[in-house]
């Protein structure tokens, strides 16, 4: 009897397994890891990580957001509180899988794997932790094959956080704020990608880098967007981000564009961006 039971069981979850493939989002099969990722302090990266998650999770996609930044704003930025019963933190220094993690927000399709400043700690213990470099890599191919995107907001920095985002990732997307200097540390960010490349990830690849906080008003702005183009060459995304007080808005009351503003430039545009993220991924 206790045999049958497990058989059944077993069939259950097989069943499960091949339902869950047939009936996600028309049978594309992605679990694409990205890191937003750029050293550059308040260049974008959170914004563009929270609403690029929720765009894709609002058109049907499951999505999978890791906050991997101590400052935590992702978590706070989607409403959710900095005081769960596990975090980020959890995931790369103790055992604590991801779906243990998981906070729900008002998007159905959307989990948040959520940080706090414990996250800061991370950065030291993990010096001497044994295969530091595969942590997130670990753990997150262990859940790949449940979400059709996974994105990690990255900490301003190169550290032993960042590095472990880019070991676990298949590409890097770069948001670059179009502002003097908008292309100071880039040579380095991708001096490290191709570090992780050699060692770490040899799939590693560069998703393209996003322009933001376009202001059509200022020569700047579009002198920006000129040398980024030269310097990325066909590795830029058409869509500009462009500077939106409603996307600035839109942390503060726990929530996506599109669920603040779906109107809004700063959603639209958004949208747009994410339209081109999937026709890359086809
Ligand atoms: N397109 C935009 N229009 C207006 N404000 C924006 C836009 N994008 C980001 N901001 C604002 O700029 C600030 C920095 O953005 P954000 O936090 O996304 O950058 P970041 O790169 O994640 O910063 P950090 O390096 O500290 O993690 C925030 O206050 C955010 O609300
Ligand atoms: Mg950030």
Redesign the pocket.
């Known amino acids: 009897m206790k045999k049958m039971i497990e058989k059944c069981n077993i069939f259950i979850d097989i069943l499960h397994f091949f339902l869950y493939h047939i009936t996600r989002n028309g049978g594309t099969e992605l679990g694409k890891i990205i890191s937003v990722a750029?050293q550059?302090?308040?260049?974008?990266?959170?914004?563009?990580t929270i609403n690029v998650s929720a765009m894709l999770a609002k058109k049907n996609k499951k999505v999978l957001l890791v906050d991997a930044?101590p400052?935590g704003?992702a978590t706070s930025g989607l409403g959710l509180g900095k005081d769960s019963e596990f975090s980020t933190y959890d995931v790369l220094i103790n055992e604590v899988e991801i779906p243990n993690t998981i906070q729900k927000i008002k998007l159905k399709n959307l989990d948040v794997c959520p940080a706090n400043m414990s996250l800061a700690g991370a950065e030291v213990e993990l010096v001497s932790a044994v295969g530091r470099e595969y942590r997130f890599k670990d753990k997150l191919d262990k859940v790949k094959d449940y979400y059709d995107y996974i994105f990690i907001?990255c900490?301003?920095s190169l550290g032993l956080i960042t590095l472990n985002a880019l070991s676990a990732s298949d590409s890097v997307l770069i948001?670059v704020q179009c502002e003097y200097f908008a292309l100071e540390g880039v040579g380095e960010l991708l001096k490290t990608i191709e570090l992780v490349r050699k060692y770490y990830n040899r799939n590693l690849t560069i998703e393209g880098a996003v322009l933001?906080?376009y202001d059509a008003r200022t020569n700047l702005s579009n002198q920006v967007v000129k040398e980024v183009n030269k310097y990325f060459e066909n590795r830029v995304f058409e869509t500009v981000?462009?500077?939106?007080?409603r996307?600035?808005e839109a942390?503060s009351y726990g929530l996506p564009i599109v669920l603040y503003d779906p109107m809004s430039k700063?959603a639209r545009s958004y949208e747009k961006l994410v339209k081109e993220i999937i026709k890359k991924n086809k």
């Open positions: 750029n550059k302090g308040g260049v974008g990266k959170t914004t563009t930044d400052q704003n907001d900490p301003p948001p933001t906080m981000i462009p500077r939106n007080v996307l600035s942390p700063g």
